[in-house]
């Protein structure tokens, strides 16, 4: 006989089970195709299926994470808040530099291949080819961290992840994406916050 606690367990993997079998696929959508869900149906199915606490962290998922280190409680979320942090620390840096201004890493020690990353965006002929190069950098480093068990719960803060990933660039615009490219450049070389494109 299953307990109560027990059958409760049970059913909140169960609703996830559910809840992450429904989800389209990601992988292999062109840049024209139509998005197969939207965030907000996502963020509706979460909101159906996932448990309180799961949902808590799931609204905590961001492509702008905190200049300092905040433990998520998932594995998968801190290693893609760490690897964003470094590539903007990085993305200021190279900028500064290129600019012959001084830019405060905080001390931190930015990977090599972030760096390079850096250097290959500020080099594109327009900001919008940095954006689409760094885009697909980023989804680089998520797939690195897809967990294998597509049926965890990091597997669905993976899923929100790409798909916040792939909606982010398809708002962009050529004219818009140049002023906020100047505006984020601006913002970092004087220290106002941690952003970068």
Known sequence: MVTICGQK?????????Y?????????????NAPMPITEERFTELCERFLSKKLLNEMKKLTLSPPKNHENSGSALIDSWNESERNLRFALGKVRAEKLKKPFDTQNRILPAEYIKAAGTAIEEATPM???????????????????MDSFSTDYIFYYGLKLKLILRIRQFDTEAGEKAYKNIYSSILNGDRLEAI
């Open 19 to 31: 809840f992450i079998s429904q989800l389209p696929s990601l992988d292999g959508i062109s840049e």
């Open 129 to 147: 080819d940095a954006e689409k190069y760094l885009n697909r950098y980023r989804l680089e480093i998520l797939e690195s961290l897809r967990p």
């Open 9 to 17: 367990g049970y059913e909140i993997i169960m609703a996830e089970y």
